[in-house]
């Protein structure tokens, strides 16, 4: 009957009770001209799929839901390479599923499985490799009597659109999800995977306000990002006691309010960052109380008052704090300080680059870098997790800190980076700084610092960057030693510095005015910051690359090296 339709391009003729397609009258479709989309809903189809589908090679549609097909998913479905839309939804069909079949479907980009449906998958043993479409836009698998979460759910990049209620899941081992185009609230339902381990949502366009169940739902839950997205309210104050969260991170979202407190039952926790948010909040040193706390960001908040450290609160085994762009004031105490004892080491120099490439437990190859690119500039962005291990760094950068820098600072001497820039300090630059003997960047800058740059600086052998621009500093600037190689980049704005590496030569020092105070400083020191600090490139021992945009020394990626080094 369809032989005169020699132009036809599709079928449709869903919701009928029509005999004419059953399995026994294959020969009334032999005559179909070359279609490109079938559309069969509810008509009424009982027993196997059709065997005359697989004549359909020009199919790029086909749809058989709410139907009554039963056995297996037929392989020739498979075969049908040009389908982008395949929909088998409401039916009866059982039986495993490969999915090296599926990946012979190269175009698919909606797949529909569930409602009613009895499947399982195979997935082998490395779901990272399978070449399951990975262009599938929209996946429907709900009601399919499935127990074990589809390890392969997580590769798919495109993915915008999952079905999967209904089903028997009682495990997610890990759920990642990050880098797609997720949109909508946090579905509370989440919380019902209590066996989840690793749940990462990163970087998608999720809104509305944090489940308060994503801090109690999993006992076994080890990390939980929900980092770049557009989550707006309080952190939940629900973390229970005995969970075994590794690493939490919320950071570059429109989060406000204040640290939950109950974040002190996370005695596990190793890695908190909630930079770029809109938190008002003190000082959270009753983190301070957490065994394993290695890493700590409050980057680009509105924190305030003073960074206080009371004495049973000490932060043991404390290497990044990252407190830039915030409002912190008041003075720096020497108890403060040793807040962060955890930062001095053995006199020892800590393995470098070349230590790290060759070590036997180096999870890198000789490509490996630790720093990246970025539109804002160069970033840290570590890679490696060996070079991780040994990062120790402090970043008070962007506040309203005051007074002198105390002088037992020179004692953290496990310091790689110190970054104190664009505060109010005064007095003179503390000596014992020059114990740094692993410091690769020293950032003073913009700030009212006078006096002379102490000759102990000259020493900082490993020292990178180095920069003291816009203070009141006077005298000539050592010129043995590192100090030396650095250009006037790093010390404008000192009207009473003089050296080789300056205009002002040291043999005119008697001559030299004394600096001033005048708000011509000011001035110069916004035109500096504009200027010189949108990138500012750093080279690294054994001819690595490593960058800092202004104050950013903390790590972009670091969750995911800790997660590898936990």
Not at 74 to 81: A, G, Q, R, T
Not at 134 to 161: G, K, M, R, W, Y
Not at 438 to 458: K, T
Not at 491 to 505: A, D, S
């Amino acid at each position: 009957m369809f032989l005169k339709l020699k132009m036809l391009n599709g079928l449709g003729l869903s919701h009928n009770k029509l005999s004419l397609f059953s399995q026994n009258r294959a020969v009334n479709v032999t005559t179909l001209p070359p279609i490109q989309w079938l559309a069969l809903t509810s008509c009424n189809l009982a027993g196997e799929v059709p065997n005359w589908i697989m004549n359909l090679t020009t199919l790029n549609r086909l749809n058989l839901k709410e139907n009554n097909l039963q056995g297996e998913i037929p392989y020739f479905l498979f075969m049908l390479e040009n389908l982008t839309y395949l929909d088998l939804v409401d039916n009866m069909l059982e039986g495993q599923i490969e999915l090296d079949m599926l990946s012979k479907l190269k175009k698919l980009t909606a797949l529909g499985l569930g409602g009613g449906n009895k499947l399982s998958f195979h997935e082998g043993n490395n779901t990272s490799k399978v070449t399951f479409p990975a262009q599938i836009q929209v996946l429907h698998l709900s009601s399919c009597n499935i127990v074990h979460f589809p390890n392969f759910i997580q590769h798919l990049q495109e993915l915008t659109d999952l079905y999967i209620s209904d089903n028997s899941i009682k495990t997610i081992p890990s759920l990642e999800i990050s880098n797609n185009l997720l949109m909508g609230e946090i579905c509370p339902s989440i919380c019902n995977l209590q066996s989840l381990v690793d749940l990462d949502l990163s970087s998608n366009n999720l809104v509305g306000m944090i489940p308060s169940c994503l801090g109690s739902f999993s006992q076994s839950l080890q990390l939980l990002n929900v980092s770049g997205n557009k989550l707006t309210g309080n952190i939940p104050q629900i973390y229970v006691k005995g969970n075994v969260l590794q690493l939490i991170d919320f950071s570059s979202n429109k989060l406000y309010g204040q640290l939950p407190r109950a974040l002190v039952n996370c005695r596990m926790l190793e890695f908190l960052d909630v930079r770029h948010n809109h938190f008002n909040d003190s000082f959270p040193f009753w983190l301070g109380s957490l065994p394993k706390l290695k890493v700590l960001s409050l980057r680009d908040n509105e924190f305030h008052g003073a960074i206080m450290c009371p004495l049973k609160y000490t932060f043991p085994h404390l290497r990044i704090i990252d407190l830039s762009q915030n409002g912190f004031s008041r003075k720096l105490t020497s108890e403060i300080i040793m807040c962060f004892k955890s930062m001095i080491i053995s006199n020892k120099r800590q393995l470098d680059f070349k230590d790290v490439i060759h070590s036997d437990n180096a999870e890198i190859d000789i490509d490996w870098h630790p720093f990246s690119m970025s539109n804002k500039g160069v970033v840290m962005d570590y890679l490696g997790g060996q070079y991780l291990r040994h990062m120790v760094a402090i970043d008070l950068s962007c506040n309203k800190i005051y007074g002198e820098i105390p002088d037992i600072m020179g004692s953290l001497n496990g310091l790689l980076v110190l970054n104190l820039s664009n505060n109010m300090f005064t007095g003179s630059i503390p000596s014992s700084l020059g114990k740094f003997s692993n410091l690769e960047v020293l950032d003073l800058s913009l700030n009212s610092l006078s006096g002379n740059i102490p000759q102990q600086l000259a020493g900082l052998t490993f020292l990178d960057f180095f920069n003291v621009s816009f203070n009141n500093l006077s005298g000539p600037i050592p010129e043995n030693g590192q100090l030396s190689t650095f250009d006037d980049n790093s010390f404008k704005g000192n009207k009473g510095l003089c050296g080789i590496r300056l205009v002002k030569k040291c043999e005119d020092y008697s001559k030299l005015p004394l600096p001033t105070t005048d708000g011509d400083q000011d001035t110069e020191s916004e035109a500096f910051f504009e200027l010189y600090w949108m990138v500012i490139v750093i080279g690294y021992g054994g001819g690595l690359v490593a960058g800092l945009a202004l104050g950013n020394a903390f790590a972009v990626d670091v969750y995911r090296l800790l997660k590898k080094i936990f």
